[in-house]
């Protein structure tokens, strides 16, 4: 979408908010929360049109309506089925036929807008459930789902998060906060010339749709491929959210943070590419019915809620539930082999070594980790066949060489970023040693 001619619109339309948003803030700032949903509802309005917004207002009422009962399981019931609404047909096919005029990204403006205000609304009517006295009114609903950077695209804040932060008036900044933001916005607009130039001489994502081509390539190439098509994927959420999330710091807000580093994976729990949606997941599905995650059998259903919904979310289809079936496995087997491993003769073991011994036998374990998540996700951005090629060169061809090769190498990286994580911690905790002194 940045390389379109709808990118002159987005731009238009973000500097527009960021310019209303600093005039407000100076003038009425216990107003901006006002202004930001009358500036987003006319965004809205001029590029979607009348009966998009009248269909976007009609599921905030229905699902504002079922909150009122103040029940979780209503509350879930018609979100989802809202949900279903926009990703089964016929449904999705006739709502979407009230969208009239056809421009550049039509669908992807249906259908984001469409589905984070689902969530946006699911998110209100749990939040209303939780609340003890009162409830929030329809007014709160609009206000937090026409918040122009996070209406089509997200990132998705909870409900709570979005509500406290902009209900405060005295808008005040942190040191060297604004000289962040800015480097912030070079880096992206860096970043955004980067992918153009990628674009133009690299062919990341259509190699893989040539089966005959790839097959070609020597083992370590497939793999370089497979690599950098989720790096790239990776990058186009970092942009994506980074742009939006570096507009909604100008308005004084704290918003989900950009997917960590595909490079820097090698656990399923810590595997996501929108962190927002993973905050929402966390917090009404994943961590409410696994709890403390120590039980397996809570925690098996846990996760199959959990990529139940994200099934919902993406758009159920035979790709989408081998990506579910596949990830709700992996995080589910990291549970099974640490509870192996601390078993009694295990856990022996372990304590009698030394800590660099314990994070070398680990990296083992997270570099093969690194490569299932890679192949697992490789399902959804390409194709089944181009995954189980890649599966089959590395694991069963390739091997010995290509195999114990590739996963020296990956085992060398992940012992590189388990040194800087651990170098992290020692940093936060004296960190927090020097803020309670």
């Given at each position: 979408m940045w390389f379109s001619s709808f990118r002159n619109f987005i731009l238009f339309a973000l500097s527009g908010h960021v310019l209303f948003a600093?005039?407000?803030s100076m003038i009425v700032p216990q107003h901006r929360s006002v202004v930001y949903m009358l500036y987003g509802m006319l965004a809205v309005l001029s590029t979607m049109g009348t009966s998009y917004l009248m269909i976007i207002l009609t599921h905030c009422l229905v699902l504002y309506s079922v909150s009122l009962a103040k029940q979780k399981w209503l509350c879930f019931a018609a979100g989802l089925c809202s949900l279903a609404s926009f990703k089964l047909e016929p449904f999705s096919t006739w709502q979407n036929g009230f969208v009239t005029g056809t421009f550049d990204l039509q669908d992807v403006l249906f259908y984001g807008g469409s589905g984070f205000t689902i969530m946006r609304c699911m998110s209100l009517a749990l939040e209303n459930c939780e609340r003890q006295e009162g409830i929030y009114s329809i007014i709160d609903l609009l206000k937090y789902n026409f918040y122009l950077p996070f209406f089509f695209f997200g990132p998705v804040m909870t409900f709570d998060q979005f509500h406290a932060q902009v209900a405060t008036s005295e808008l005040r900044r942190k040191e060297n906060e604004m000289w962040s933001i800015r480097v912030q916005a070079l880096v992206y607009l860096g970043v955004i010339a980067a992918v153009a130039v990628f674009f133009h001489f690299f062919y990341i994502?259509?190699?893989?749709?040539?089966?005959?081509?790839?097959?070609?390539?020597?083992?370590?190439?497939?793999?370089?491929?497979?690599?950098?098509?989720?790096?790239?994927d990776w990058v186009k959420a970092a942009v994506m959210f980074g742009v939006i999330n570096t507009v909604s710091r100008l308005d004084h807000l704290d918003p989900p943070k950009p997917p960590k580093c595909i490079t820097m994976l090698y656990v399923f729990a810590e595997t996501h590419f929108d962190r927002g949606i993973n905050d929402w997941l966390c917090k009404y599905v994943y961590d409410h019915i696994g709890e403390d995650h120590n039980n397996i059998v809570k925690e098996l259903l846990a996760t199959i809620s959990t990529f139940a919904v994200t099934t919902l979310w993406l758009g159920p289809c035979e790709i989408v539930y081998m990506w579910s079936v596949c990830n709700c496995f992996g995080l589910n087997f990291e549970l099974w082999v640490q509870k192996f491993f601390q078993m009694a003769p295990f856990a022996s073991v372990e304590a009698s070594m030394s800590e660099a011994m314990s994070r070398r036998i680990r990296g083992i374990f997270g570099a093969a980790n690194f490569w299932a998540i890679i192949l697992y996700n490789i399902l959804a951005l390409n194709s089944l066949d181009f995954a189980?090629?890649?599966?089959?060169?590395?694991?069963?061809?390739?091997?010995?060489?290509?195999?114990?090769?590739?996963?020296?190498?990956?085992?060398?990286?992940?012992?590189?970023?388990?040194?800087r994580e651990r170098l992290q911690a020692i940093e936060e905790e004296k960190a927090d040693k020097e803020k309670t002194e």
């Open positions: 600093k005039v407000c994502l259509t190699l893989p749709s040539d089966l005959k081509f790839v097959n070609r390539l020597s083992d370590w190439a497939l793999a370089g491929l497979a690599y950098s098509n989720l790096v790239y189980l090629l890649v599966t089959k060169r590395i694991i069963l061809t390739g091997f010995p060489m290509s195999t114990v090769s590739i996963w020296f190498i990956t085992y060398c990286g992940v012992q590189l970023i388990k040194e």
